[in-house]
């Protein structure tokens, strides 16, 4: 069995964010979307968990960081 891979990303604006990877290829499972996440297929095992503010805080305590200024570090971190 293959080991799928998901990662959770935090996005300010849902319809917005799928809009945006739909126009650039990105489908959707539709069996993982509901109106605070989509799940957004990049391969076979590999998907895209995009979550709302909300939603994205029920996975963590940390802070999400603000992906408009400059960081040394990552704004993923492994729990």
Do not use: W
Not at 34 to 47: P, R, S
Request: glycine share 4%; aromatic share 12%; proline share 3%.
């Amino acid at each position: 069995m293959a080991t799928k891979i998901f990662v959770n990303l935090p996005v300010k604006d849902l319809d917005k964010s799928v809009a945006f990877f739909t126009r650039l290829g990105f489908k959707f499972n539709a069996q993982f979307t509901d109106e605070t996440a989509t799940c957004m297929i990049v391969g076979e095992d590999i998907y895209v968990m995009l979550l709302t503010h909300a939603k994205f805080k029920t996975f963590t305590p940390k802070a999400i960081c603000d992906a408009t200024r400059k960081h040394r570090g990552s704004c993923v971190s492994v729990l």
